[in-house]
Structures are given as structure tokens and as C-alpha cells.
């Protein structure tokens, strides 16, 4: 009787486990194959004269930085430096600790949307240029020194830099750094690190060569 009872539960038994097994070899076998997470700092700056901001519902444009020695505010010039982030995974991923500096590792100051609290979520941001036939540009200012890309998408983020910040210091190459939340496998051993612990997260750093004033 016993060796039926046991008999039974290995049967019950049995498909749980395998059930367990399938599903840990296919959870592997999802993160050895998902795409992996691909942040790149373009290598180019872009230089754009305008003013930024975004149509409310009745498309009206409305203005959220301009220039304020200029009676048209449309002669705001802007040194832009694109982020690329592809994150196919389902979780987010945080960008954090921004940082841009000159060549003589000055901070230089860049637009960020917790400087506009009242533009709404899904306003899209944009530089418009009335002189150029309104030629616009669509941007994505990063929140802060801290943003967070969602899981599952493709996103990019604009690091708008007013051009005196540039001029002042005749400044001819732009530093870009940040890190993001992503562990590596410093993380592991993160107590052996005390107060180098911020190592754990991956760092980004890039020297973009200017030439200003732009040709042509």
C-alpha cells in the first residue's frame, strides 16, 4: 500500500518538476538571447537657432524658453548632443549623475524639463525657427541629472546646451558623462569596495569635438 502511495505522489511530483526545469531553461535561455541594453552618445554635435517649446491642444505653440535679449525671441542658439537608448528588456533602465563639462572640465548648464513644471506629460517639446520657414526640431530634454528610460522601448534623449555656455570659454570640445542602473558584477562584491561602491554601475564618457561656428 505504501509503495502505491509513494508510487502516486512521484507521479504528482514529477511534472511540477519538470514544469520548474522547463521554466528555468527558458528564463536562461531569455536572458543569454534577449537583445541587450545599447546606450551611445552621438559623436556629432548639432547647432540649432530658435526657441523651445510645445503646441498645446488648440496647436498653439507655446514658448517655454527663449531668448531674453531678443524682442522676436527666435535668436536662441543651442549646441545639441544626442543619447541614444534601445532597451528591450522589460524592466527600466535610469540614467544618472549627468554630467556635461568644456574642455577645462567647467559644468556646463543644460535645459532640463524639471526647469518647465507646467508643460504637461504628453506635450512634445520642440525647437522652432519662424526665420527658417518654420523649421522645427522635436527634442527629448532629460528630466534632470537623473531620467528613466521605460522597459520595452527606444528612446533618445537631447542635451541642449546654450551656446554662450560654449563661447564664453571658447570652449572646442564638449565632455559628456553619466552612469546607469544597470549592476555589473561589481555589485557582487560591492561590500569588499566600501567607499569605491559606486563602481558597480556602468559608466558612459565621451569627447565631442566641436567646430563652431558651424559651416555653412
Known sequence: MKIIENHTLLVAVIPII???????ISMISYYKNAPPIDIDIFEEALFYKGIIGYHNANMDFIPVIVASNDANGFELEFCIINIRIINPKNSPVSIFNLQVLDEKNNLLNYHKQIDIPYISEISKLIIIDKKQTNNTLGINLPYSHYTTIPGGCFAHLDIVIPINEITENDS?????????????FLTVIKRKLKSNAKLKYPIHYKEINLSYPPKG
Request: glycine share 0%; hydrophobic share 50%; charged share 30%.
Open 172 to 184: 572646442k570640445v564638449i565632455k559628456v558623462f553619466f552612469r546607469d542602473s544597470r549592476r555589473t
Open 18 to 24: 519538470i514544469s520548474l526545469i522547463s521554466l528555468l
